[in-house]
């Protein structure tokens, strides 16, 4: 019996993961799930954004579906005390360091971009995203105060941005591997022109790419890809890069797509282990209102189905499923435009199912 970690954390999280798992229940299949809280709903009840329980349970699961966390009240806490140290800490300690953010293009969507429909039309990119080094984890890290430099004496604060030989190959071998398996590209991001950590990423990734001569592989400096992304996103296959990068290229990438609300995302480990959310936040403004768009999270069960559980017919039907309610023209609040029928969360939910139902 597989097992599925259900955190659905705080503000939309808790409504987006219930339609879910309520998709992942309709494909009748052999798993059973337990539910923890996390992130603040977890720091209200155990004081911890990460209790012990929530953090064992993921580690002893196949999967861990993840809804969001955060909430600007808890931005007064000391840093640990913060719910994103939630999602954080599971990448640390569950070795997630390979993350997945696929920035798709719906066809019924192409107008909800901020883009020029001809850009964004047929938009197929896959972020890879180093998830747990670089400046995110690198120690020492603090305030102190500045021991040289012109301004000696006064308070300041700082991060250490690294990365280990071995923590660059596996990462680019995920990203060379993912490429065969769609456009053969990769296009490693860094800033190699000016981070030695970065001219050292790009000089370990030309290596790896050697066992990969059918990939073709680019290097484009991190400014320019932000860029390029707006310019001529279609031309981008994979796009890989560190962690901080990839943070915020990702975000970028997914608002090509007109909506944050349809990615979905996944971070897997070694041993096939992942977590899988959607690459949205808790959006606290619109929770418990019953309108978030639960598409994003009920695509990344579908991930779950293909990348932890080995499940890819039931990944496909979700994909197909979701697929056939936007031509429906169901939309929640963040896809609607005129002429097109505005859901609910739960009714979009429920239509999922139904699509899965009719499939037979
Ligand atoms: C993301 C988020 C997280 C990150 C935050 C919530 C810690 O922005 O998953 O992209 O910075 O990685
Ligand atoms: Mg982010």
Redesign the pocket.
């Known amino acids: 019996m597989m097992k599925i970690a259900v955190l659905p954390g705080d503000g939309i999280g808790t409504e987006i993961v219930a339609e879910a798992v309520k998709v992942l229940r309709a494909l009748d299949l052999p798993f059973e799930t337990e539910e923890a809280l996390v992130g603040g709903a977890a720091y209200e009840a155990h004081g911890h954004p990460l209790p012990d329980a929530t953090l064992k349970l993921a580690q002893e699961a196949d999967a861990v579906l993840f809804g969001a966390?955060?909430d600007w009240k808890y931005d007064k806490l000391e840093r640990a005390l913060r719910p994103?140290q939630a999602?954080?800490g599971l990448r640390k300690h569950l070795e997630l360091f390979a993350n997945f953010r696929p920035a798709i293009c719906y066809e019924e969507l192409t107008h909800a971009s901020s883009l020029k429909p001809e850009l964004v039309a047929g938009l197929d990119i896959l972020i890879i995203r180093e998830?747990t080094g670089d400046i995110?984890f690198g120690q020492p890290r603090g305030r102190r105060t500045s021991p040289d430099g012109p301004f000696a004496g006064q308070p300041e604060a700082f991060d250490t941005m690294r990365y280990s030989r071995p923590e660059i190959e596996r990462i680019a071998h995920v990203a060379f591997q993912a490429a065969r398996k769609r456009g053969k590209k990769v296009t490693s991001v860094d800033k190699a022109n000016v981070l030695e950590t970065f001219q050292f990423w790009k000089d370990v990734v030309t290596e790896v790419h050697a066992q990969y001569p059918d990939v073709e592989l680019e290097h484009m400096y991190v400014d320019n890809a932000a860029m390029q992304l707006v310019k001529a996103p279609k031309k981008f296959d994979v796009l890989f890069t560190g962690?901080m990068f990839g943070?915020i290229l990702?975000?970028e990438a997914a608002m090509l797509t007109g909506s944050i609300g349809m990615l979905p995302?996944a971070s897997l480990n070694a041993r096939g282990q992942g977590l899988y959310e959607p690459?949205h936040?808790s959006a606290p403004d619109i929770a418990g209102k019953g309108v978030a768009n639960p598409l994003a999270t009920i695509l990344s069960a579908a991930m779950m189905l293909r990348f932890s559980l080995n499940q890819e017919a039931a990944a496909a039907r979700i994909e197909a499923a979701v697929k056939s309610v936007l031509a429906q023209n169901l939309r929640t609040a963040d896809i609607y435009s005129e002429g097109t029928t505005k859901v609910g969360t739960k009714e979009m939910g429920d239509a999922v199912v139904a699509r899965l139902k009719a499939q037979g």
């Open positions: 966390v955060g994103e999602i954080l998830l995110y962690n943070d990702s975000d995302s690459s936040g």
